[in-house]
T-cell receptor, first 116, second 112 residues
């Protein structure tokens, strides 16, 4: 199957700093990428849908000014957690839709963010 | 919005026993997908069902989509320790963005 990479795999930062997470589709072009957040022992919650060349669509309750998403190319989307606080600590996972693989989404390995 | 309810939340079995997780929706689903997430890992796509009454098999895994397309199940025959993980059902909402709505997942643990 298609491969999606995510970087970094984990990050620890101080409260108030910003953290950027990259999501790349390695062997296909992804017009649409998705960002999820997963708390321990919970399900994945969709944060936003990222479309190449346009503004991201955020889910209800997700602050767009806090979670900045940029989908600058067909293979790269970035999520920046601005002014991170301890409550932002979570597992952030991206996925990418391969338009040639009907409806299948390929998930990145995730980024574990810990805010001290 | 579209919601899928998944039960049970947890299931612990002895190796060799069978396991089933169920997903239900109050609305008709256009499709249902199943994912497996190993502890510390990320979700991995298992299968997609789109047809009413569809049944698909992958070795010891059997996936079913209800006749009314409102429920689905994943059944594992003779579980093995490698089956450990959380199994999620998910459904794609309508529209062009192909957003996935996940069930809460069922955590399967297998006692060797």
């Amino acid at each position: 199957g298609a491969v999606v990479s995510q970087h970094p795999s984990w990050v620890i930062c101080k409260s108030g700093t910003s953290v950027k997470i990259e999501c790349r589709s390695l062997d296909f072009q992804a017009t649409t990428m998705f960002w999820y957040r997963q708390f321990p022992k919970q399900s994945l919650m969709l944060m936003a849908t990222s479309n190449e060349g346009s503004k991201a669509t955020y889910e209800q309750g997700v602050e767009k000014d806090k979670f900045l998403i940029n989908h600058a190319s067909l293979t790269l989307s970035t999520l920046t957690v601005t002014s991170a606080h301890p409550e932002d600590s979570s597992f952030y996972i991206c996925s990418a839709r391969d338009p040639t693989a009907y409806n299948e989404q390929f998930f990145g390995p995730g980024t574990r963010l810990t805010v001290l | 919005g579209q919601q899928v309810m998944q039960i049970p939340q947890y299931q612990h079995v002895q190796e060799g026993e069978d396991f089933t997780t169920y997903c239900n929706s109050s609305t008709t689903l256009s499709n249902i997908q199943w994912y497996k997430q190993r502890p510390g890992g990320h979700p991995v796509f298992l299968i997609q069902l789109v047809k009413s009454g569809e049944v698909k098999k992958q070795k010891r895994l059997t996936f079913q989509f209800g006749e009314a397309k409102k429920n689905s199940s994943l059944h594992i025959t003779a579980t093995q320790t490698t089956d450990v993980g959380t199994y999620f059902c998910a459904s794609i909402s309508g529209g062009s963005n192909y957003k996935l709505t996940f069930g809460k997942g069922t955590l399967l643990t297998v006692n060797p």
